[in-house]
């Protein structure tokens, strides 16, 4: 993850950063929610 980060700040690219940020964070938040949601079925 932090490579990733690395790359594209070494691209020099702002608009990339922020995007591999936000697919990250959403990544995260998808896997939290799938996670709860196996925890508590119904729910």
Do not use: I, N
């Amino acid at each position: 993850m932090e490579l990733g980060g690395h790359a594209a700040a070494a691209a020099g690219s702002s608009d990339t950063l922020d995007g591999y940020m936000r697919v990250t964070y959403l990544l995260e938040v998808l896997e939290v929610l799938e996670v709860k949601t196996q925890a508590f079925p119904g729910s």
